[in-house]
């Protein structure tokens, strides 16, 4: 049977969200992102679990075979189902349609999972010879959501490493950076492009330039209107340029209109930013709604 939401809360456990597919992971875990829609799990630097996925396009059971198949061959042999250890089968009651894969020396190394609602793949492969890994690695998919959504239709989350961001389910995933003391990502809506960005940390960052200096320098806007929030540890932006000016930023292949926020956690000691261009005017309350759901995921104490 599936775990219940009394064992899961037993288990010491987080929550994972990336471009529309969502889990919970043992605390001892780490989470890295290698694709659009490919994370890496990780503990003590050591690889235990990769999970793929992808929305199917295959209309018919045969071409939707034919792409099983292929995602297939890069986990080994197929494991008849009377032969299933009892952990996976847990995965029958969560899938529409589960395979399970092991190699030549009849080790479990992954296996397939489509969900007939939304017509995600999911590819599993644990990267691990822990024999207690299969248990973990069961935990995680049955954890798992994949209709894309964070409680609503209209939105999607975000949550790795330290920070939760909530977008609309319209904007779509451009481009990512997870670097040392940077994390940025950037999403398109029609014309309208959101970057968010997370520096840290703040108080090494802010000793050298302000925070009006990190948010000129994020939107490349040395013209932008900045008005300082209260206590100043926040500020917001604005371009709104005449329609002269729009010609020429259309001239040069920029987006006219910019609106943008900075801010310092003080609790997490990083700065955080969100920034929207666009060829139109853009509604202040888009902004502060995606800020609003913007933040750094404190990690549970071990005390």
Known sequence: MPLTSVEIGEIENKLIAWNGLLLHIPQ??????????????????????????????????????????????????????????????????????????????????????????????????????????LEEVVFCLTTMSCHNTSGGSAEKLWQIQDFSL??????????????????????????????TCTLGPANTRLRQHSLEDILTTLTDSPDLDIIAGKNNISFEGNRSPSILKQMVFRLHREKPFIRAKIWHDTVSNRILTVVLSSNRPIPQATTHEICRQYEIVQKKSTA
């Open 28 to 133: 001892a875990w780490d989470a890295r992102v290698s694709g659009k829609k490919h994370l890496v799990f990780e503990k003590d630097f050591q690889p235990q679990l990769q999970i793929r996925w992808e929305q199917s396009p295959h209309s018919t059971p045969r071409n939707l075979q034919k792409r099983l198949t292929q995602l297939a061959g890069q986990l080994g042999g197929e494991i008849p189902e009377h032969r299933w250890p009892k952990a996976l089968r847990q995965l029958q009651n969560k899938f529409g349609s589960v395979s399970c894969y092991q190699d030549e020396k009849g080790i479990v190394t992954g296996g397939l999972c489509f969900c007939a609602d939304c017509r995600t793949l999911v590819l599993f492969q644990l990267l691990s010879a822990d024999p207690s890994l």
């Open 166 to 195: 909530v977008t609309p389910s319209s904007f779509i995933l451009q481009d990512y950076t997870f670097g040392a003391g940077l994390t940025r990502l950037s999403f398109y809506n029609d014309d309208l492009l959101l970057q």
